[in-house]
């Protein structure tokens, strides 16, 4: 049982296993796209719906953990295999490790490497040197940042609902679940911030008692029961009333028209008949936004069929009369198609983002400049152990590590002269 | 004639036979032997697949046959640099396979048979049965004797010239896609590039939904700039690009990264430092075969990207709608809509301009597309002999398809014929466009 265990972990925290999961992704994707154009799609679709699939990505964080595990157990001990706390030195943890019958004393060998720009640190049998920043506690961030990454994709791609609703101002606020209260306004200006050029305020008033007032912005999304306050697109909710000589009982709706920007083409058919209104946002002379001022004129085209009617002009609360033909726009309003998102990973992925900047960061500068160099030496019953690691630099490193192991060789001839404290020249 | 056409290929043929040999010293009979059955068993297969099947079958089969030995490519480069970096990498120890008599047949065999009907699949059509049974013959009794000719010119290359097993692989398949790429429709990079293009602005998408970053209308043009390269229309060749050449490169970066021998034991400084040195040679000299490779796949791109084919590709003709928004083409007139040939159209509505074409299919149909597909940046299409061809991802459409959605096909657009022409709704037809191609149009562009 303890080998099934151990063969488990093995594999589990293994360095090979993200690329052969990554690869078995691609796989799947290849496979897909000979079928479907919409590959990404499909893939996602397939991996929600199926156990094998989602348990197959869920290997990657969970290798993510298990590798954070295994590398800082490894870093500590190497600090403590520094600090003369661990019984011996394991060949596992260094690049290169050899056992020699050499001298012991290594009070001269301490002098050369300091020279050579190692930090020392000696104790009865063990003479530690090393130099630069370890990259592990970088590794280890980075390793954070994946799991995270990588817990965020899976948690997103299995859980993730979405409805979407228009949310149009005086409205009421169609929250997913229960009374959201009523939209008071739609504020859409221009932002002072260095990414959004624009930003969107949606102002709710909670209805009953208490009437509090939230405020829904753009970035970063504000929640609303545990659920993203997503603002996807802009439009206008069109009030307006048609009558013509056919169809004198006349006809009245509220639509929701995706008008925005100004120039944008969209069309509302008059149900049971045979006309049909294409509508234009008009963009004004002044260079305005009619979204942001709220004047809004539309430039509109009357259609029988295939045949144009009339086309001309109308503002907000205007109206257009001629042959027995009457089009008003009583009322428009500004309107934010709104997806309300349900998604616990979306937190994570942006923690992602934070940990493997910062790993990068730290990452970058110690790799070229500071790299971490090791070399230990303890002696053993009738021989000396000695252990060698670099994380950069490391045939300039291997050069020291010899010429010391070269310099405790020619001491082991010369031990008399060592044990009775002459300096040896 | 032929033989000048098929001279690059048989080159890389040689080539091919060469690296394999140097890869598996030990075994150098069986492989010019196998090299040599494995040719002409290809050319003799396409020979018989083209008498007994659709021509696509055996294209099919070869392409098929070329992606799936780029994605061992790509396996084995990830391996090996993994290897190469990580000292307790547990996988993959399969170096010792390579040098046996086993993997020396079927990898002559395998790269032959490959080769040959790549090569085969070059050969011109012949009207007289018989001579093209010549051609073939000639050409597999051409493939052997190069494979022999391969043996004597191993011979006199440099032994320190040496080849791991990643390098042999990752030679043998660029040199191969190198072959295929002179023909369009066994060439994959302009088809992987597409797929790139396509996977990448999936990709995107999907992680910008993911994160709920807002639409283009809330952020600053400078930001949505930058973000927008991701969705430009180079991506997709220069994604193709990293994608090609990167297995190459990994292993030649697997081979300079391969840990120099462990020399701590050796006290004499002298000894210690010419053992370094002749690793080290010896690792540089192994850097050579890599180096062939990405070359082969630079000279695979660059044929893949300039074919040297031609098309039937009109300039656009501009035409203009009712008041009512509706377009006509006349069947004749100017042009001769029902002439089998594809008549390409201009269509401006305010700021957007619209290019299409109508093309009578064999079936005597008229069809409306739109001169781009739903996948690919709109560089629109030419017409060849019973195909038209995507411009950008250079893949090949047959005439009887075309009017069908789908894949690269051209985005059909809803017309009414009548005994006086076609009608077309300009304002779906712009709206299809714009669907279509959004931000990447590229209209502009006249006669190609």
Not at chain 1, 373 to 385: Q, T
């Amino acid at each position: 049982m303890k080998r099934l265990f151990r063969a488990i972990w093995k594999i589990l925290s293994s360095r090979a296993l993200p690329p052969v999961i990554i690869g078995f992704f691609l796989v799947v994707y290849i496979g897909i796209a000979f079928f479907s154009d919409e590959t990404l799609t499909v893939l996602m679709a397939f991996t929600r719906g199926s156990f094998f699939l989602a348990a197959v990505l869920a290997l990657l964080p969970l290798n993510c953990a298990c590798r954070i595990v295994v590398e800082a157990d490894r870093y500590r001990k190497r600090r403590r295999a520094l600090s003369d706390a661990l019984s011996g030195l394991q060949p596992s943890l260094y690049d290169e490790t050899v056992d020699l019958t050499a001298s012991s004393a290594f009070a001269d060998l301490e002098v050369r490497i300091g020279k050579a720009g190692y930090r020392t640190r000696r104790s009865d049998n063990l003479l530690a040197a090393w130099r630069g920043v370890s990259l592990s506690p970088t590794r280890i961030v980075f390793l954070a940042g994946m799991f995270c990454l990588f817990s965020g994709i899976f948690i997103s791609l299995l859980s993730r609902t979405v409805y979407r609703r228009p949310l149009i101002e005086g409205e009421a606020f169609q929250a997913p679940f229960g009374n959201g209260g009523i939209v008071e306004r739609i504020v859409f200006g221009k932002s002072s911030g260095p990414i959004l050029a624009r930003d969107l305020v949606m102002e709710v008033a909670e209805t009953g008692s208490g009437g509090r007032s939230e405020k829904f912005g753009v970035y970063p999304p504000s929640r609303f029961r545990g659920m993203f306050v997503y603002p996807r697109y802009l439009g206008i909710a069109l009030f307006y009333r048609f009558s013509a000589p056919d169809l004198p009982g006349g006809y009245e709706k509220l639509d929701v028209l995706p008008l925005y920007p100004p120039g944008k083409e969209a069309s509302t058919v008059i149900t049971g008949s045979p006309y049909r209104i294409t509508l234009t946002l008009v963009k004004p002379d002044d260079g305005s936004d009619p979204y942001i001022t709220g004047r809004m004129d539309f430039l509109f085209k009357l259609l029988k069929g295939k045949d144009v009617l009339f086309s001309g002009n109308i503002a907000r609360g205007g109206e257009f009369a001629r042959n027995g033909y009457r089009l008003a726009f009583p009322d428009c309003r500004r309107m934010v198609i709104t997806d309300f998102v349900g998604d616990y990973g979306v937190q994570l992925i942006w923690a992602a983002a934070v940990l493997l900047v910062i790993a990068l960061s730290a990452w970058l500068p110690v790799r070229l400049f500071f790299s971490r160099r090791e070399m230990l030496f303890r002696s053993e019953p009738d021989m000396v152990r000695a252990c060698s690691r670099a994380e950069g630099g490391a045939r300039k490193h291997a050069g020291a590590f010899h010429e010391a192991l070269d310099l405790l060789e020619m001491k082991k001839n010369e031990r008399p002269s060592y044990e009775d404290g002459v300096a040896a020249k | 004639m032929v033989a000048v056409t098929l001279s690059l290929q048989l080159i890389a043929w040689t080539v091919i036979v060469l690296v394999i040999m140097r890869g598996i010293p030990g075994h150098r009979r069986a492989v010019t032997i196998g090299a040599g059955i494995g040719f002409a068993l290809g050319v003799a297969g396409v020979l018989v697949m083209y008498r007994l099947l659709p021509g696509r079958v055996p294209l099919g089969m070869i392409k098929t046959a070329l992606g799936v030995s780029f994605f061992f490519l790509w396996t084995i480069a990830v391996a090996a640099i993994y290897r190469s970096n990580v000292r307790d990498f547990p996988l993959l120890r399969w170096g010792w396979f390579v040098d046996t008599p086993l993997s020396a047949w079927t990898g002559a065999i395998m790269a032959g048979i490959v080769a040959g009907s790549i090569i085969a699949c070059r050969l011109p059509g012949f009207d007289i049965a018989a001579i093209q049974l010549l051609a073939f013959a000639a050409l597999a009794l051409a493939g052997a004797l190069l494979a022999s000719a391969a043996r004597a010119v191993e011979r006199l290359l440099p032994s320190l010239i040496t080849v791991t097993p990643s390098a042999l692989l990752a030679a043998v398949v660029a040199l191969l896609l190198f072959c295929s790429s002179s023909l369009l429709r066994l060439d994959l990079f302009s088809p992987l590039s597409m797929k790139v293009m396509k996977g990448i602005h999936d990709f995107v998408h999907q992680f910008m939904e993911s994160i709920l970053i807002p639409d283009h209308i809330f952020i600053r043009p400078a930001i949505w700039g930058y973000i927008g390269i991701l969705f430009g229309k180079e991506v997709g060749f220069w994604g193709g690009m990293v994608i090609w050449f990167t297995p190459a490169i990994l292993v030649a970066l697997a081979i300079y990264c391969e840990p120099l021998p462990s020399v701590a034991h050796i006290r004499q400084g002298a000894q210690r430092r010419r053992l370094l040195a002749d690793a080290i040679r010896t690792q540089r000299y192994r850097l050579v075969i890599p180096a062939v490779a990405v070359v082969a796949l630079a000279a695979a791109a660059y044929q893949s990207s300039f074919p040297s084919v031609e098309y039937w590709d009109p300039k656009p003709l501009a035409v203009t709608a009712t008041p009512a928004g509706e377009i006509l083409i006349p069947k004749k007139g100017e042009v001769d809509l029902e002439d089998g040939k594809l008549h390409k159209y201009l269509y401006k509505r305010g700021d957007k301009e619209v290019r299409f074409f109508v093309l009578m299919t064999p079936d005597g149909k008229l069809t409306v597309d739109l001169d781009a597909c739903a996948i690919c940046k709109p560089d629109g299409y030419g017409q060849a002999e019973g195909t038209i061809i995507c411009y950008y991802c250079k893949t090949l459409i047959p005439l009887d398809t075309v009017g069908k959605p789908g894949g690269c096909n051209p985005v059909p657009v809803p017309f009414t014929e009548r005994a006086d022409g076609v009608h077309i709704d300009g304002m779906s037809l712009v709206n299809n466009w714009t669907r279509t191609v959004q931000a990447t149009t590229r209209v502009k562009e006249g006669n190609k």
